[in-house]
């Protein structure tokens, strides 16, 4: 029993902990972003430079083709710089940091989650309520218990994604089999990081604004924020900007998603199908810093991404996830080893991620085609590697916030 009642205690703690540390990174203001000198936010350019050799190390054991990496901090891009190669296939192309990125899962957190916290805050979705109330038909095999919530931060229950061993196509297909899905654990008790549960919030976003969910993203975030080069289906003519995965029927795919169900649901989905630039992602990092501003633009109010960045997982359980980003679970690898507990981020399967931290007011935006030309890169080792580079490289902590840390 005294075991038990000290892990809820540390719970708290715990919660009470990220609180503080994302309250501190809300005191800075919503300002655009502008390049900057290292050593103006209290960063060192010396050590900002050791990304130089990381990044051009995991390209010589070919573990990426290349990559383009941004690093901010306090309003200033600090680092931007391109590696290696957008494309080793069918010809070599050099990698520029204007490249546009299939991001894969980083679609959870730039376009379906802040669409849901929208919602919410124009009254039309709560996120306790069950799924049901939205979408009656996903009620059936057990699953009117779900939540909205328990669909953002990945308790829902259900299984990581639809079958593809089997023959099916279109958007409409993928949505009646996710609600013909069952449970494989109970609504609230596991965590399971699931596809399925995010195809059903693009559903919610359909239901309540009779819009697709890329179409509402584009009009309520990318369209406001000046992310133009950001969306889904892109143009043929961007096509040649794009960063290529892999192969699929004797055919590279530059310009067309590579997740496999967002490629049967016509290429797009709440799960993946977004494709991105480092610029426009550092963007919706500094929207995100900047307690839901950017600029004179309001995206979301300050509550709302408190509630997406900070834990709303079942008090107990030890993977911790907000209303959309992960801030600590066994895929939290890009925090690295230095940047605090209170930090979050993403990451998408084709090698691209998104890691902020608010204490520092620092975020890192790692873009790479791990995936090209065979499949067989990697890039968990390389995050790590590139986080503990960027957090070493901040040399300075405003006093306060140097006192708070130590109190924790």
Known sequence: MLLRVLEFKGKVRLHLHFLVLV?????????????????????STQRLQRLNGVLEAAIERQEIPGAVVLVAR????????????????????????????????????????????????????????????????????????ITVQQLLTHYSGLRPDLDLDVLWEGYETAVKRAFREQLTAPPGKKFVYSDINYIVLAEIVREVTRQHLHEFAARRIFQPLGMSRTGVLPSEDLWNQIAPTVRRKNKMLQGEVHDPTAFRMG???????????????????????????????????????????????????????????DI???????????FPLGSFGHTGFTGTSLWIDPFTETFVVLFTSRLHPNGKGGVVSLRKKVANVVAAAILELPPLRDRLLRRF
């Open 23 to 43: 309250c501190l990174g809300l005191l800075a203001q919503a300002q655009t972003l502008s390049p900057g000198r290292p050593e103006e936010v209290g960063m």
């Open 74 to 145: 306090k309003r200033k891009i600090v680092f931007k710089k391109a590696f290696g190669y957008r494309s080793l296939e069918p010809v070599q192309t050099p990698m520029t940091i204007d490249t546009i990125f299939d991001v894969a899962s980083l679609t959870k957190v730039m376009a379906t989650a802040p669409s849901i916290m929208a919602l919410v805050e124009e009254g039309k979705v709560s996120l306790t309520d069950s799924v049901s109330e939205y979408l009656p038909r996903f009620a059936n095999r057990g699953k009117r218990r």
């Open 267 to 325: 290429g797009f989905s709440g799960h993946a199908g977004l494709f991105s630039t480092v610029d426009d992602t550092a963007i919706f990092a500094q929207m995100i810093l900047g307690h839901g501003k950017y600029d004179d633009v309001r995206i979301l109010s300050p509550l709302s991404v408190l509630k997406m960045t900070t834990p709303q997982t079942p008090l107990g359980e030890e993977e911790l996830r907000g209303a959309g980003f």
């Open 328 to 338: 600590a679970t066994r895929f939290s690898s890009t925090r690295g080893d230095l």
